[in-house]
Each structure stands twice: as structure tokens, then as C-alpha cells.
């Protein structure tokens, strides 16, 4: 305020009217008129005011609409407290106010981006900057972040235009958030880090617009079709309710869209989309209620987007599928025990061929973690399971590896810890030899930054025969695996740096079958 004094905001309980008053150094208090009435049909809160340079006030803050989520509310007035303009912001999802400062030609808001209000555990909300001109239109948006929950607090501009933000990040995919200040230019930019190797440009992959209506797009997966094209499952904004809803999409290989289609059942995002031995297509979309108790929606389809079935199963992570011997479904991820989560079991589902559900085997060992992350069915179709285990809320985990028979029945399993630190496992595949491939990452909590990529091979009794690590950067991850040529090409993720505006990029690990590395690629810009 003016001479030492303040300004300051109340909205009315009941009524939600806005009162912004001046409180002089002696407790004088009087209100400043602001001529604003939200809309009836929405939710208007207003949070902050800044003054502008030109005598009136700039006020910001969230809108509700119906079931939607927030959106930011700019409202621009005179001195006298009347109307100058209005602007309303939906920037990705739900949108935060978490600062706002004056500029030399306009104004920057801090906000927090892509919040979502019903589930937590959809959030991948980022800090952003956004620029606006002296009318409030957007002339720049920057976001950063990490992969995971990250939240802006405060906004300072210093005395030479730098622009500084403080909050909070979950750097690195840790389980609390941790403390984070960011010091960009004025135009919002500051240096990246500097990923150490040559980048190729991923040439090979073409953009799909799976709806041209839907600004925000989230790919899950894809299966690769004979002509090039692919059948891909994704996640995109509903418009009704701004929440993420589960889509199916068929494009060519140039990245035309030949159809596109909402995928069946009530999902709220989609889980994957995988391709069966008899040429068909499993979508799984998943359905989180409170408490952690989730449904999954099970559906069978062709190339040309014909659903055969959608049937609804329980568990409370599913992460793969393949084709049963018999011509049914085997599906693997973990279920709790009871509404708790002091044990956590892995689960393995088994459908039939109409997607009924025929048995379901679950792994429980006392006060222990097993997730399952990927399934294969070996030559003598049995059934073999990779993943993690641990100790419950441990940071120390060991990759798993076990083999079940066609009933569901538990032949062995095997644990492959490295240390203190964190071993999983991400995808198995049967070698040329009859031997088990394991690739995934081995993270080192006490050292920021560090995860070297897994590789591991046993024979078919689970007898580990040579287990190595690769570092080639920040946050190594092996994903995806397969024996060609009489090498293994692993697929996963490199340089993901503790926070900023990237967050990682693909990898490609060449190694003969004894796991001596022959050579990587990265891919990025």
C-alpha cells in the first residue's frame, strides 16, 4: 500500500463477493470499490493484486466451471474500481495462480500446470511461466519441472529482470517433494543442462493428431502394424469435464489418422496397448477409486478399431499382457492385501478367450513389495514374470524373476538384488538359447543423478549366469529389449536431469549375448 500502508483481499463466505480494502500505518481501514461479479454458473476466486502502472489494480485468480478443472482468472480495473477487461486462461488441465508481477510491457504469472482435481495420482503438475501483454493475452508460456508432482510457491523479479521461483519439486521420483528455486532471464529461459553425448535426431518418427480438437495429447503406446502404421493408445482431455479420458487411434506410417475412437468402459486413462499372436489388440484402461482400489477395463479389438469384448477386472496396478497358449489372456502387475498396503503381492490374471476371468495368482510374502512389469510365456509354455521386490516403504529393492505353470501354480522364484540400492526389473524376453533376458535399472539413492542401466541373463531354472550395469548419463533406464542378429538391443531413457524444461532422452544399448557393450545411441533435441 501507499506510505507504509497495505492492501488487501477477502471474498465473502456464502455470496463469494470480492472486497479488496486499504489499511493505513494507524489501522484506518476503507474499501476499495472493485466492480466484479463472477459468473453464476462458476466458481470465481480470487487470490491476488498487484497494482499497475497505471493507477488501477490487477487481480488474479481460479475459475470452476461445473466438474472442470481450475482455470486462471485475470480481472483488469481502474482506479475507481471498474471493469477494464477480463481474461479467462486454460493453459493445460487444471491451472494455479501462484504469483503475478508488473513488467515493462505487460505482466508474468507463476502458475502451476496441469493439476489435475480428482486424482493425485494422474498429476504430473509443472511450474510455468506465462508472459502477457498489457491487455492479458499470453504472448509466452515456459514450463519446468520434473517427470513427477512438482509445485510453485513465490515469484521475485530482481533488479536486473531475472525472474526467480521458489517451490517444490519430486526430483528424481522421490517419494517427498524437496525445495527448489529457479533463476530464469526475463524471457523466461536459463542453461540446460549440457547431456554429455552426440544426439541423433529420431528421424524415423512421424507426429500423429490423434483429435484436432484436443490441444493436449498423451501417447501411452502404440503396436506396430505390417504396412508401417500403428494402433496406439492414448490419453486426452474430455471437454465436457477437462479430465483425461483413455482414446484409441489408427494412423498410417506417414502419421495419418485413419480412425480414432474413445475407448470403451468408464477408464480415466489409458494403461497400454498390446498386440496378441492371433493379430489382435488388448487396450487396458484403468479406473482409480478412493483408497487405492482400482478397476481395469480389458478390451479386445482388430485393426480396424471393432471391439470384440471389454471386460472389467480388479487389481491395483496391472503393467502388461500377452497371448496365453490356449488362446486366452495372461495379464501381470500387483494387487494389496485387503485396503492396506503393509503387503503388496504380485498378481497374475488369467482370461479367457471371451475375457472372462478364469483364475488369478497371487505371490504374497509377509511385509514385502512384488510388482510385476512384464510377462512372457516361455517355449514349454510356462509363465514368466519380471519385476521388483522389497521390503515395505524400503528404498532397497532386487529384481524378480519367476515362473508359474499354465494353472497358475508358483515353479520358482528368483530375487537379484545389487546392494543397498534399488534393482528392477522392466521387461523379460526369451533368448535364442532358451535362456531369460532381464533389463531395467539400478538406482543409487545416496548419490543424486545416479541409475545405471540393468542387464541380466539366467538360464530356464532362473540361475543368474551374468548380471551387468551401463552408465550412460543421468538416470539410465532399460524398458524394452530384443535378441537380433545375435546381439541384444536394448530401448530405454538417458539424461534426465534433476529439474528443468526436458526430461529425458531415448536410448538405444547395443550389446553382444555375454552383455559386453558394442555400442549406444541417443535421441533427443
Known sequence: ????????????????????????????????????????????????????????????????????????????????????????????????????????????????????????????????????????????????????????????????????????????????????????????????????????????????????????????????????????????????????????????????????????????QSVMMKPMADGSFLSITEVRNPLFVNDYFVSKLDADGRIGWTKKVYANYIKDAVMAPDGGYLLCGMEHEGTGSTVRMLCVIKLNQQGDEQWKYKHRVNSKWIYGRSIQITPDNQILVTGSIQEMQSPISATYLSKLDQQGGLRWSKTFPRGTNMSVGNKVIITSDNNYLVTGYVRYPGESGKQDLLLLKTDSDGKLLWEKEYHINKMDAGISAIEYGGQYYIAGTTGQPEFGAKESFGLLLRTDVNGIQQGFSAFGN
Open 1 to 268: 500500500g501507499n506510505n507504509g500502508g497495505v492492501e488487501f483481499l477477502h471474498m465473502s463466505p456464502g455470496d463469494m463477493a470480492l472486497h479488496h480494502f486499504k489499511c493505513d500505518t494507524d489501522g484506518n481501514i476503507t474499501e476499495q470499490p472493485v466492480a466484479f461479479t463472477g459468473p453464476q454458473d462458476a466458481l470465481t476466486i480470487i487470490r491476488r493484486v498487484i497494482k499497475t502502472p497505471d493507477g488501477g489494480y490487477l487481480y488474479s485468480g481460479v475459475q470452476l466451471t461445473g466438474v472442470k478443472n481450475d482455470d486462471i482468472l485475470l480481472l483488469k480495473t481502474d482506479d475507481q474500481g471498474n471493469t477494464e477487461w477480463v481474461k479467462k486462461h486454460d493453459f493445460y488441465l487444471g491451472d494455479i495462480d501462484d504469483g503475478i508481477t508488473v513488467t515493462g510491457d505487460g505482466y508474468i504469472i507463476l502458475a502451476r500446470v496441469g493439476y489435475t482435481v480428482g486424482d493425485l495420482n494422474q498429476n504430473n503438475t509443472d511450474m510455468a511461466l506465462v508472459k502477457l501483454d498489457a491487455a492479458g493475452e499470453t504472448v509466452w508460456i515456459k514450463a519446468y519441472g520434473s517427470p513427477a508432482m512438482d509445485y510453485s510457491r513465490s515469484l521475485l523479479i530482481d533488479k536486473d529482470g531475472n525472474i526467480l521461483i521458489g517451490g517444490q519439486s519430486t526430483t528424481y521420483y522421490a517419494i517427498l517433494t524437496e525445495p527448489v528455486l529457479l533463476k530464469t532471464t526475463v524471457d523466461g529461459n536459463f542453461p540446460e543442462y549440457a547431456f554429455p553425448h552426440p544426439l541423433l535426431h529420431p528421424s524415423g518418427i512421424v507426429s500423429t493428431n490423434t483429435d484436432p480438437h484436443s490441444p493436449i495429447q498423451r501417447l501411452t503406446n502404440g503396436a506396430l502394424l505390417p504396412d508401417g502404421g500403428m494402433v496406439m493408445a492414448a490419453s486426452l482431455p474430455h471437454p465436457a469435464t477437462d479430465e483425461m479420458r483413455p482414446s484409441i487411434t489408427r494412423a498410417d506410417a506417414q502419421g495419418n489418422v485413419i480412425w480414432h475412437q474413445e475407448a470403451t468402459g468408464n477408464g480415466a
